[in-house]
C-alpha cells in the first residue's frame, strides 16, 4: 500500500512561493497509471482541490489557483511537489497530497497533510 | 467551478439512519459516476468511504452506502454509531478535467 507524506516550510511571507514535496513510499510514483494530486484545507472550512500530475507528466489544475499553481514530479526521488505564487492569508491552509489511480476517480490514500501559514 | 452543495449538518440517535445530499451540475455530478465520499474526524486526513457511487473500499462498514438520481448524490449511514461523528465530504470529476469537493456536513449523534 502506497504511502504518502508532505513536506515544506510552516510559513510563508506574503507574496513569496509556497513550496511543498509528497514523498511517496511503497511503490514507484512512476510505475502503473496514477495521478498525484495536492488538496487543501482552511482551519474550519472545506477540502479544495488544487490540481493533479499523471505519471506521465500532464497536469491539471482548479481554474481558480491556475494562474498560480504548478505542480511537478521528481521520480528519482520519487515525489511530487507544489509551487503557489504570490500567497497571501488566503492560502493559509492545511495542504494534503493524495494519490488517485486513472479511471477511479477517488482520493486513496491520503498523507496526514501539512500546515502552511502565510504571514510576515 | 463551484462546490458541491452539501447540509451544512444532519444528526441523529444512535441506531437510525441518516442521509447526506450532495447536489452539484451535469457537468459534474449528474455527468460521471466518479462520485466519491470522504470521512474526517477533527485533525485528521479525510478517509474514503464510498467511491463511484457506490462503492465501499475494503475495511469500510456496509452501514456506509451511496446512491446518486440526476445531479443529486447521496451517502446513507444505517445503524448509527458514536464513532460516525464527524465531517463528510463529497467529491465530483467534472467535464473540465478537475475534481470539485462539496461544502462538506457535519454529523452529529445524539
Known amino acids: 500500500q502506497v504511502q504518502l507524506q508532505e513536506s515544506g516550510p510552516g510559513l510563508v511571507e506574503p507574496s513569496q512561493t509556497l513550496s511543498l514535496t509528497c514523498t511517496v513510499s511503497?511503490?514507484?510514483?512512476?510505475?502503473?497509471?496514477?495521478?498525484w494530486s495536492w488538496i487543501r484545507q482552511p482551519a474550519g472550512k472545506g477540502l479544495e482541490w488544487i490540481g493533479r500530475i499523471y505519471t506521465s507528466g500532464s497536469t491539471n489544475y482548479n481554474p481558480s489557483l491556475k494562474s498560480r499553481v504548478t505542480i511537478s514530479v521528481d521520480t528519482s526521488k520519487n515525489q511530487f511537489s507544489l509551487k503557489v505564487s504570490s500567497v497571501t492569508a488566503a492560502d493559509t491552509a492545511m495542504y494534503y497530497c493524495?494519490?488517485?489511480?486513472?479511471?477511479?476517480?477517488?482520493?486513496?490514500?491520503w498523507g496526514q497533510g501539512t500546515l502552511v501559514t502565510v504571514s510576515s | 467551478q463551484s462546490a458541491l452543495t452539501q447540509p451544512a449538518s444532519v444528526s441523529g440517535s444512535p441506531g437510525q439512519s441518516i442521509t447526506i445530499s450532495c447536489t452539484g451540475t451535469?457537468?459534474?455530478?449528474?455527468?460521471?459516476?466518479?462520485v466519491s465520499w470522504y470521512q474526517q474526524h477533527p485533525g485528521k486526513a479525510p478517509k474514503l468511504m464510498i467511491y463511484e457511487v457506490s462503492n465501499r473500499p475494503s475495511g469500510v462498514s456496509n452501514r456506509f452506502s451511496g446512491s446518486k438520481s440526476g445531479n443529486t448524490a447521496s451517502l446513507t449511514i444505517s445503524g448509527l454509531q458514536t464513532e460516525d461523528e464527524a465531517d463528510y465530504y463529497c467529491?465530483?470529476?467534472?467535464?473540465?478535467?478537475?475534481?470539485?469537493f462539496g461544502t462538506g456536513t457535519k454529523v452529529t449523534v445524539l
Open positions: 467529491s465530483s470529476y467534472t467535464s473540465s478535467s478537475t475534481y470539485v
Open positions: 451535469s457537468s459534474d455530478v449528474g455527468g460521471y459516476n466518479y
Open positions: 493524495a494519490t488517485m489511480v486513472a479511471g477511479k476517480g477517488n482520493f486513496d490514500p
Open positions: 511503497g511503490g514507484s510514483i512512476s510505475s502503473g497509471s496514477y495521478y
